[in-house]
């Protein structure tokens, strides 16, 4: 059997992390545990650009910008939409979810989803660097493998 697998490394990679300035306080621990998460897997901090965004929403278009000008290898997109202070939560998070998957699709670059999606503030805390780990590191990781599968898929 031919396993094909990717490597979590870092090395040589140009990624850009896509970040929500919405809940702030949450998206900076997500792009905190993005930038360890690729800083500890070989790859350079100077190779690592940081594009902030009014929130989820504009995402997906800042996303497919990124993409079109082709000079980075992977994006990370991290943001929180938290359905207890939300009233259009579903709005958002859905719109959100859509676009990244459909710019993943059409560029073909990897997009690392580090959006969180819950029902309270302390859900999202909890995924967020404390109990139920990095969403931010988590998406970082998942673009990582992601990238060195393609490269082997010709
Ligand atoms: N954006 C978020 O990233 N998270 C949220 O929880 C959220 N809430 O609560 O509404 C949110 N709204 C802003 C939205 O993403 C757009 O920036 C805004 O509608 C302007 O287009």
New binding site residues.
């Given amino acids: 059997m031919k396993s094909i697998e990717g490597k979590l490394d870092g090395k040589g990679l140009r990624v850009t992390i896509v970040a929500?300035r919405?809940?702030d306080f949450i998206v900076e621990r997500l792009i905190g545990g993005a930038v360890d998460y690729l800083a500890r897997h070989g790859c350079d901090e100077k190779n690592i650009d940081l594009v902030r965004v009014?929130?989820?929403?504009?995402m997906p278009l800042v996303c497919k910008r990124l993409a079109a000008r082709k000079n980075c290898d992977g994006i990370v997109a991290v943001?929180?939409?938290?359905r207890g202070?939300?009233p259009?939560?579903e709005f958002?998070a859905n719109e959100a979810i859509k676009g990244i998957a459909q710019v993943c699709l059409e560029s073909g670059i990897p997009i690392g989803f580090g959006l969180l999606t819950t029902d309270t503030l302390e859900q999202a805390i909890e995924r967020a660097g404390s109990k139920a780990g990095n969403k931010g590191a988590e998406a970082a990781a998942a673009m990582l493998e992601t990238v060195r599968v393609l490269e082997q898929i010709a």
């Avoid at 009014?54 to 504009?58: I, L, Q, R, V």
């Avoid at 943001?79 to 938290?82: D, F, K, M, N, P």
């Fill in positions: 929500a919405f809940n009014p929130g989820a929403f504009e943001g929180a939409v938290i202070s939300t259009h939560f958002v």
